[in-house]
């Protein structure tokens, strides 16, 4: 799961990541953990991807460095 979601933050489309996303629910009919977190990720996450999915920031210079806390 957690590669998924490097994948998922890293997806170099937006067809990448709905691909990822059908991928990852598909995981889920598989482990009660993981659907109850989807279940969290779905409405807080994915409404704001163009906040921290490469899709969105690709051209945004981050040296390496993609964290918000930056000092």
Do not use: C, L
């Given at each position: 799961m957690k590669r998924l979601i490097q994948l998922l933050v890293s997806a170099p489309t937006e067809t990448a990541y709905?691909?990822?996303i059908s991928t990852v629910k598909v995981v889920l009919r598989t482990?009660?953990?993981?659907?109850?977190?989807?279940?969290?990720?779905?409405?807080?996450?994915t409404q704001f991807k163009e906040r921290w999915s490469s899709i969105?920031?690709?051209?945004?210079?981050?040296?390496?460095?993609?964290?918000?806390?930056?000092n």
């Open positions: 709905d691909d990822i482990d009660a953990k993981v659907e109850q977190w989807f279940s969290y990720f779905d409405p807080n996450w969105y920031r690709g051209n945004v210079p981050h040296m390496g460095n993609q964290t918000n806390n930056r």
